[in-house]
C-alpha cells in the first residue's frame, strides 16, 4: 500500500497548466527522487502535493486520505513535512525560532522534539540564538529541514535540498537525507544533482513537460542508456 498515490494529477498556477496527467507513488519509509531537465514541472509536483498550486484534476491520497485540493494548513496536519528551494527560513528569525514555526500547530512544543532535530543537528543546538539569515546556506538548509522535522511526519519533501551549496557540503547534505530515511521517514525529492540522487534514492521519476517520462529503481535509471544520454548528460 503505497503512503502517497499521486493519480493523474493536472496543476497549475492560476490557468497556465503545467502537470498533465502525473502519477507517482511513495511507499511507507521509500526514498523517491524526482529529476528531469528545467521547466519539467518538478516542483510543481511538490506544491501541488503541498496544495500550493491551481488543482485542475485527477487525484493526491496520502495515508489512505484524499488531499486533492487541501489548503497547505490542513496538509500539513496529515504527516506531510515540506521544505521548498527558495525562501525556506525566517530570516529574522532565531535558529529555535524557526523550530517553534515549524511545531505552530502544536498547543505546547514537547522539549524532546528540539532534542531529537538537534542531535540530528548539532550544529543548530549550538547556535540556536543565532538569527537564520546570517546563518551560512547549508546551515539555513539544515534550519528549514529540522522545521519541517518538528512535527515528526511520515513524508519529507525537499526541493532542491542541494542547490547553492558549495561543493564540499553536497555529500554532507545528501548523507542527512540518507539517515533521515534510515531513521523511517519516507523522502520524495527533487534533485538537480540527478547523479548522486538517483544513486542513493530506491526508485526515481524522469519528469518531462509536465509529464512522466521514466519510472524505475535509482539503480536502473542510471544504468539507462537513453536516460543517461537524454538527461544525466552521458
Known amino acids: 500500500m503505497a503512503l502517497l498515490e499521486v493519480s493523474d494529477l493536472d496543476a497549475g498556477y492560476g490557468d497556465l497548466q503545467i502537470l498533465d496527467g502525473v502519477d507517482m507513488t511513495v511507499g511507507d519509509g521509500e526514498y523517491v527522487t524526482i529529476v528531469g531537465p528545467n521547466g519539467a514541472g518538478k516542483s510543481t509536483v511538490m506544491k501541488s502535493i503541498f496544495g500550493l498550486t491551481t488543482y485542475m484534476g485527477g487525484t493526491v491520497t496520502f495515508d489512505d486520505r484524499e488531499i486533492s485540493g487541501l489548503r497547505p494548513e490542513d496538509i500539513i496536519r496529515t504527516g506531510i513535512g515540506y521544505v521548498p528551494q527558495n525562501d525556506n527560513v525566517f530570516d529574522s528569525l532565531s535558529v529555535k525560532e524557526n523550530l517553534e514555526m515549524g511545531a505552530y500547530i502544536l498547543d505546547e512544543v514537547p522539549e524532546e522534539r528540539y532534542d531529537a532535530v538537534f542531535e540530528r543537528f548539532p550544529i543548530l543546538e549550538e547556535r540556536k540564538g543565532q538569527k537564520a539569515g546570517t546563518m551560512s546556506g547549508g546551515q539555513q538548509q539544515m534550519v528549514a529541514m529540522a522545521r519541517a522535522l518538528m512535527l515528526e511526519p511520515e513524508l519529507l519533501m525537499l526541493d532542491e535540498p542541494s ?48 509529464r512522466n517520462r521514466y519510472e524505475d529503481d535509482g539503480s536502473a535509471l542510471l544504468a539507462d542508456e537513453q536516460v543517461r544520454q537524454d538527461f544525466l548528460g552521458g
Open 163 to 210: 542547490a547553492g551549496l558549495a561543493p564540499d557540503l553536497v555529500e554532507e547534505m545528501f548523507d542527512r537525507i540518507d539517515a533521515i530515511n534510515d531513521s523511517g521517514t519516507a523522502v520524495l525529492m527533487v534533485e538537480q544533482n540527478a547523479k548522486e540522487a538517483l544513486r542513493r534514492c530506491d526508485r526515481g521519476y524522469v519528469l518531462v513537460q509536465g
